[in-house]
């Protein structure tokens, strides 16, 4: 492609959008055009206790996430869930009401590779191209409560990965123990003031994929004990080593377990 120069016409446009620029910025900041980082953001990843409780507490977090989709359940809400932590960065309102609180409405997730063998690389790129596929890698996904103003938090949870997604990938049969696919998922939360719409600072989380690398010991069901390792308490595809149990032909994770 040969370089050209702007016409007249387009040198005079830039000049004034350049002159004009300061005045867009501030009735922006006015009017709420877009979005202004820093005032609305996703912290932290949670990392949740027992009965699936999210902590709304900076300190317990991870960085980094595991999905065996060997363990994904036919039926289930989500193949991989993200706890964040949300933070309300807008200015408090005193004493009267808050007109600053965030009201959330819901989640938007897209889904890209990092590092991918060709199987799923081109799995990933056939879906991304397909107008009825698409959904499975850009989506959203309704949610409510409020943040208040002044630097309040709130936890919550996100149905991350879709299933049939994760049943895709397991099906190249090129997943093993050690993860050899990585992706990112890109978090974004949207909610509404008394007065504007927010959308928060995009929250961008590794997860590596494996079949079968969380699966810790096996054995006949039921246990006789209580197993060693119970999985997530979210969601036993994803984070945490789970022992199993053999029934017939199915594996049961975590195990069942003999009354005693």
Same mark, same amino acid.
């Given at each position: 492609m040969i370089p050209h120069e702007p016409r007249p016409w387009a040198t005079d446009r830039l000049r004034r959008l350049r002159a004009a620029s300061p005045l867009v910025l501030a009735a922006c900041a006015l009017a709420a055009c877009g979005r202004v980082p820093g005032q609305f953001e996703i912290v932290n990843n949670q990392v949740p206790s027992a009965g699936c409780a999210i902590p709304a507490d900076e300190g317990l977090y991870q960085g980094q996430g595991r999905l065996d989709a060997s363990l994904v359940q036919i039926g289930s809400?989500? $193949?991989? &869930? !993200?706890?964040? =932590? =949300?933070?309300?960065? @807008?200015?408090?309102?005193?004493?009267?009401? +808050?007109?600053?609180?965030?009201? =959330?409405?819901?989640? $938007?997730? +897209?889904?890209? @590779?990092l590092s991918a063998p060709p199987a799923i690389t081109e799995l990933i790129n056939g879906l991304e191209a397909g107008a009825a596929t698409s959904s499975l890698l850009h989506y959203k996904t309704p949610w409510s409560g409020n943040i208040g103003s002044g630097g309040g938090q709130v936890s919550a949870l996100v $149905? $991350? &990965?879709?299933?049939? @997604?994760a049943a895709r990938i397991l099906g190249t049969q090129v997943l093993g123990l050690s993860p050899s696919v990585w992706v990112n998922l890109r978090i974004r939360s949207f909610g509404r003031t008394t007065t504007r719409d927010m959308e928060s600072d995009p929250f961008d989380y590794p997860v590596a994929i494996c079949a079968g690398c969380l699966i810790a010991n096996v054995q006949p069901c039921p246990y006789t004990a209580a197993p060693q390792f119970t999985g997530n308490p979210c969601n036993v595809a994803q984070d945490s080593p789970v022992d199993c149990?053999?029934?017939?032909? +199915? =594996?049961?994770?975590?195990?069942?377990? !003999?009354s005693q």
């Open positions: 809400e989500s $193949a991989f &869930f !993200v706890f964040p =932590l =949300l933070r309300n960065n @807008l200015p408090g309102s005193g004493s009267g009401p +808050d007109t600053n609180q965030i009201t =959330l409405s819901s989640f $938007a997730i +897209d889904i890209s @590779l $149905a $991350a &990965f879709p299933v049939e @997604l149990c053999i029934n017939g032909n +199915d =594996l049961v994770c975590p195990p069942t377990v !003999v």
